[in-house]
């Protein structure tokens, strides 16, 4: 199939319908023996670059609502600061912005300002208002799932909670990307346990029928992405991202790939697969 037939643009489901994407799909639906799981954010989908727009609209909520309470919070700070919260909270596995944002209100004010429910919640509502709008899927994203799925192959994906019921899904469905999967976990929502725990993995290998020694997954963070899918036997590729700061762990993947390589994901699914289209 050509995409460029067809029409295609890797960036069309901001101007026409993520139905057409599935509409090239339709004839290629046959299952394979093989699968590939996915992450979402920061592996198919950019929410990365944007998080400092939505961040600063975070602290522009929280900073005025501050100043009408007699309080000078610094807004710039509290950018800074709520990433260094992002990366503590999310090694803790705490996912609900509502506990992030209070708590960079109270490390930046002394002393420490009581955010009421209503404000926090319309800084949650903001944050990922900001992130939807401006996420956009990674260069070469929708094309390798076209070609994935041109090869007949499964397609999953897990991707952790956002703290908020329902907003991970509905963030997976705006990104138009949901047509191409076959199944997806939203771990901490359809399981209980979130990455890395190893049920969310064993739960998309179940679903989609597929041996997890048969299944690649592909993720961007090693302490929860790689150590959760070898857990049970997935084979596993890292996409670096340049701005990554994840801390080292134990566990490593079978394949690393930079992001500005990632043309060359699928040639690495189909080696660790033992598969040759050609």
């Not at 429910?117 to 996420?135: F, G, M, P």
């Not at 969310?200 to 179940?206: A, L, Q």
């Not at 701005?243 to 040639?267: I, V």
Request: glycine residues 6%; charged residues 25%; proline residues 4%.
């Amino acid at each position: 199939m050509s995409l460029a037939k067809n029409g295609y643009s890797a960036r069309a489901h901001f101007t026409s319908s993520p139905r057409q994407w599935v509409d090239l799909l339709e004839a290629v639906r046959a299952p394979s023996q093989f699968g590939v799981v996915f992450d979402f954010d920061g592996t198919l989908m950019d929410s990365i670059t944007c998080r400092k727009l939505a961040n600063a609209e975070v602290a522009n909520i929280l900073a005025d609502y501050g100043k009408d309470q007699g309080y000078k919070i610094n807004k710039q700070a509290m950018v800074a600061l709520i990433f260094d919260i992002e990366r503590e909270m999310t090694a803790k596995r705490i996912y609900d912005r509502k506990v992030w944002f209070s708590e960079a209100v109270k490390r930046c004010s002394t002393p420490a300002l009581k955010m009421p429910k209503r404000i926090l919640s319309e800084a949650v509502q903001s944050y990922w208002n900001t992130l939807i709008k401006h996420s956009l899927p990674y260069p070469g994203a929708v094309e390798l799932l076209v070609s994935l799925k041109q090869k007949n192959m499964h397609l999953g994906m897990i991707s952790d909670t956002d703290g908020l019921k329902g907003m991970k899904r509905q963030r997976i469905s705006l990104s138009g990307l949901i047509g191409f999967f076959d199944e997806i976990v939203v771990s901490g929502e359809d399981t209980k346990e979130t990455k890395p725990d190893k049920h969310p993995f064993i739960k998309i290998c179940n679903l989609l029928k597929i041996a997890p020694a048969s299944c690649v997954y592909v993720g961007d963070n090693p302490q929860v992405d790689v150590a959760g899918a070898e857990q049970i036997g997935m084979k596993t590729i890292l996409i670096r991202n340049p701005t990554a700061n994840f801390q080292e762990t134990q566990f490593k993947a079978d394949c690393t790939l930079a992001r500005e390589r990632f043309s060359e994901l699928e040639s690495l699914i189909c080696k660790l697969l033992r598969i040759d289209f050609d």
